[in-house]
């Protein structure tokens, strides 16, 4: 019964983000080929039960439970989960500010792999939500087991060139119906489209 019902939510919120020509950012900084399959077919709704994605969509809301019971009592001047959203081309560009501070951005991610240096899909993330939202500071929090590992970054206005670009060869191939290349990295192995990608162009 539940889990009839919980695919059925989670197939809806796809339907709805096909039909009104929505791009997410996170879209824009991975493989354009994965993100040209996921808004065209959309994702197999059963892959959004992986326990990765439950366990980080379950700590986001946690947070921002946290943060709107308690920033009063404790005077912080912060707002939890701020929607972001503009334009290009005819197509809604979506995301979402894990945490936004008088100043800065944070972006908070939850992860098995220790970062030496944060990732430059995460970094571009929430420095595109610091230009969109006026701030100066970027925040990487990552969280691993029972450890939380912080980056402070100023933000850096050539990495908004290099998102915008992705963002037109998306929009490009998705104009066309043209496949972007494949840029290959270490999440090939789980992408839920690595067989079309292979072996079957979309058209």
Not at 32 to 43: D, M, N, P, Q, T
Not at 60 to 81: M, T, V
Not at 101 to 123: A, G, M, Q
Request: with cysteine; net charge positive.
């Amino acid at each position: 019964m539940f889990e009839e019902l919980f695919l059925s939510l989670l197939e809806q919120e796809e339907k709805e983000h096909r039909h009104e020509k929505t791009i997410f950012v996170t879209q824009v900084l991975q493989c354009l080929r994965r993100s040209y399959f996921e808004i065209k077919k959309g994702v197999d709704v059963k892959y959004k039960l992986s326990k990765p994605l439950l366990i980080g969509s379950a700590i986001h809301k946690y947070i921002e439970h946290l943060i709107n019971k308690h920033k009063n009592k404790l005077g912080l001047n912060i707002e939890a989960e701020k929607h972001i959203e503009f334009e290009y081309k005819g197509w809604k560009v979506v995301g979402r500010a894990d945490i936004v501070t008088e100043d800065e951005v944070w972006e908070l991610k939850v992860t098995s792999k220790r970062y030496k240096v944060p990732s430059l899909i995460h970094i571009s993330q929430v420095n595109l939500y610091a230009y969109l939202l006026k701030k100066k500071v970027v925040r990487i929090i990552y969280f691993r087991n029972n450890k939380i590992e912080e980056f402070v970054y100023q933000y850096n206005p050539r990495l908004i060139d290099m998102f915008m670009k992705r963002l037109d060869r998306l929009v490009t191939a998705l104009e066309t119906n043209t496949p972007p290349d494949r840029e290959e990295d270490f999440w090939c192995s789980t992408c839920p489209f690595k067989y079309q990608c292979i072996y079957k162009p979309l058209m």
